[in-house]
Each structure stands twice: as C-alpha cells, then as structure tokens.
C-alpha cells in the first residue's frame, strides 16, 4: 500500500506539468491583452508596450512559460497583474469560504444522496422509486445557478430562513458560518446528489440481484441487515468512484455557485481576475484546483482497498 501511495504521488508530478503548460498556452493564446487593461483606454500603442516589456510579456512563450514553471517549484505563483499582491497570498485569503463550501457541500449531498439511492433500489418500481428518479432528474437537469436563484428566493427572500449574500467565517462562530452555508451548499449539491442517488440506486439493483442475497433472505436475515450489511458494502466501490468523480462538479459549480450568493471565495477571485485577464491568479487557481483533484482521485483508490479487501495494489 505505502508503495502504490509513493508511486502514485510520484506520478501527480508529470500530471501537474502537463496541466501548468496546457493552462499557461491556453491563457497566452487567449483573446485581450492584460497591458492594454492596464494601461487604459487612453494609452498609446508606446504606453502599452512599455507595460508589456515591464510584465515580461514580450519575451518568448517557452521562457515565460519556463520561469513561471520554476517559480512554481519553488512555491512562488507570480504577482497579480492588477493588485500587486503575491498570488499564493490572495489565494490563501480565499481558500476557507470555499473549502467550507465543498466540504458542507459533500456532507450534505452524501448523506441524502445514498439513502435516498439505497431507498429507491429497495422500492424497486414502485412509487417510491418513481419519485425518486423523476427529482433526481429534474435535479441533474436545473443548472445550478437556476436552484440557487430558487432557493435564495423561497428560503432567504420570502421566508427569510437564511441569508441570500455573504460568508461568515469559523472564527466568528461554527453555526453562524454553515448559516451562511446552507443555501449554496444545497444549489451546488443538487447535481451531485441527483448523480449520486442514480448511481446508488443502479448498483445496488444489480447487488441486490446476487445469489448471496437470495440465499441471505432464504436463511431469514432481515430486509435492514441485507441492505445495510451485504448489499451496500458490497456496491461502496462504484459508489466511492462517482463520489470522487463528482469532486470535478463542485470545483466547477463553486464559480457560479459563489458568484450567485456573494461568498468570497476562489469562484469570485476566478471570475475577477478571467474579467481582468489576470493571468497569473487564473493559473495559481486552475493548479490548485487541479491538485486537490489528484489527491481525491489518490484518496478515492486507497478507499477501494476498505470496503473490497479483494482489491490488491
């Protein structure tokens, strides 16, 4: 196990170097030009020029490209073109609010999403399971910033539940914070839960089809012990999968998801800075993100070994 850990870390090196060089083309062949922003509307073609050789922006792309790559190594992100801050600073000032999202995010679509599945695949065709499919559809189908909209008019504006904007931090109190929480969480769930709950629901139909569980219930074990004890342990490996896969729709839906209620978090600081062609805060962000990635994936892999013992590394 240690050994496939190591080699499996060891490899998120080649991952990560291939996903700095594909974002940095990306954004150096992207349309605008972040000197002529800064320079502002009035600004000569000198003037933007002068901004871009100050930047390094003249130079070309392989030595732009490998300075910035060794200054990553060396746990240096670049400065904002715009503030002048460091990027790793900026990005820490952002990592809680949206952290806390995805994870209060997590807890909440796991623990509906899998009882939910678990419930539709025992009421197989019947009412139960109908409902429960058509919502997980519907779900799947709204985007998420529809269901925040939603949820932000019904529970914050009308009932007045939950505030619609804004984040309070840990700091200032744990209940306070998943306050602010609640909603987002839930908008940015809803796709999640409905792809957890159809996956769920999937596997444990074809679990529950097994001969184990037919001689099981031959031999009087409980319709409570089957599910819980045999049947679900026995479907936790594709469940874990999706879950761990999923983790890309929360990363993608914190920009939106952020951007609806106000939270500032690295969906907002992404957005600012893809508006200000902010480069460097956009690459810091997408290698972040595309880290936290690997490691779920890495994570979700030695899961595997838990719940099937059968699994060898």
């Known amino acids: 196990m240690l050994s496939y850990t190591l080699r499996r870390l060891y490899m998120t090196i080649p991952v990560m170097l291939f996903v700095a060089l594909f974002v940095f083309a ?11 922003l800064l320079a502002g509307e009035d600004a000569t073609r000198e003037d933007i020029a002068r901004i871009r050789m100050t930047l390094g922006l003249d130079e070309p792309f392989l030595f732009r490209f490998g300075n910035w ?30 952290f806390s999202l995805m994870v209060l995010t997590l807890i909440v679509s796991v623990s509906l999403a ?3 599945g678990a419930f539709a695949a025992w009421k ?40 619609v904007q804004g984040y309070v931090p840990f700091t200032s109190g744990f209940w306070a914070s998943v306050h602010t929480l609640v909603l987002p969480a839930l908008a940015l769930g809803s796709v999640y839960v409905a792809l957890i709950t159809r996956i769920t ?7 529950l089809s097994q001969d184990y569980v037919r001689t099981a219930r031959a031999k ?8 819980f004890k045999h049947a679900l342990k026995n479907a936790a490996v594709p469940i874990i999968t999706i ?14 998801t952020e951007t609806v209620f106000s939270i500032p978090g690295l969906g907002r600081l992404t957005v600012d800075a893809i508006l200000r062609r902010d480069y460097p805060i956009i690459q810091g962000v997408i290698l972040l993100f595309s880290l936290l990635y690997v490691l779920v994936n890495l994570a979700v892999d030695l899961l595997y070994r838990v719940f099937d013992p059968r699994i060898k590394y």
């Open 26 to 36: 990306l954004l150096d062949l992207a349309p605008g030009d972040p000197a002529a």
């Open 201 to 207: 629901r999937a596997t444990l139909l074809e679990t």
């Open 69 to 98: 790559a060794w200054a990553v190594l060396h746990g240096d992100l670049g400065t904002s073109l715009f503030t002048g801050l460091p990027v790793s600073q900026m990005i820490a000032q952002r990592l809680a609010p949206t």
């Open 124 to 163: 197989h065709n019947r009412w139960h399971d109908r409902g429960i499919m058509v919502l997980a559809v519907f779900s799947f189908s709204v985007p998420s910033f529809a269901v925040g909209y939603l949820l932000a008019w019904t529970f914050g504006l009308q009932l007045r539940w939950f505030p």
């Open 243 to 256: 879950i761990g896969s999923g983790v890309a729709l929360l990363i993608s839906g914190t920009v939106v």
């Open 220 to 227: 009087g074990v409980g319709n409570r012990d089957i599910l």
């Open 114 to 116: 899998i009882p939910l």
